[in-house]
């Protein structure tokens, strides 16, 4: 492959990556921004271009390495989950997903759809036509609130930044959720 005919070529700047993730790809992000998990024998993810990190649904680490596993997460981490969002593969339960938000000590926000379920951030369409239309909703902000973010800690904008953390966003989202952020 000739790599300098690339459609991307010129077009990235890889020393402001951010990465996101959902469910195990969001234990992937989290892996990226420093959590540790003797477990899974990672090492350390971490890779210094990345600079900011959205984990949708990840798996939540084990209470017996709790008190360590988040210590190291060195990224501002926008954590996203919902209020009926129970993992379909493990026993981490709707109310565990703040967990990684309440022990990041670095720069974070957590959104919790209200009747959001694992499923709302993978774009699969729900059976019922009352869901169907939550999503729509989920989907609007998950992309409004992940693009302010990304323009926030990749391009350091100020106003996606100020909409994002001091209160515009949740104003914006109203019923369909809450909003925390922690600088």
């Given at each position: ?25 969001g ?5 990226i ?10 090492g350390?993810?971490?890779?210094k271009?990345?600079k ?19 210590d ?7 954590h ?21 938000y ?17 499923a ?7 059976l ?35 909409w994002?953390?001091e ?15 922690r600088?």
């Amino acid at each position: 492959m000739n790599r300098s005919n690339t459609v991307l070529k010129g077009r990235l700047d890889l020393q402001r990556i951010g990465v996101s993730g959902h469910s195990f790809g969001g234990y992937t992000a989290m892996a990226i921004a420093g959590q540790n998990n003797a477990k899974h024998k990672l090492g350390d993810g971490r890779d210094k271009r990345v600079k900011a990190v959205v984990q949708m649904s990840a798996p939540v680490a084990k209470v017996r390495v709790r008190g360590y596993a988040y210590d190291a997460v060195s990224l501002p981490v926008f954590h996203m989950t919902g209020t009926n969002d129970e993992s379909p593969l493990n026993t981490t339960t709707a109310a565990d997903r703040r967990v990684p938000y309440d022990l990041t000590k670095e720069e974070a926000c957590l959104v919790v759809f209200k009747d959001g379920d694992h499923a709302i951030f993978s774009g699969r369409k729900r059976l019922s036509r009352k869901a169907r239309g939550q999503d729509e909703v989920f989907h609007w902000h998950i992309c409004r609130s992940t693009t302010a973010f990304w323009d926030a800690h990749l391009r350091g904008n100020k106003d996606a930044w100020k909409w994002l953390m001091e209160g515009a966003f949740q104003r914006e989202l109203a019923r369909a959720g809450t909003f925390e952020a922690r600088r």
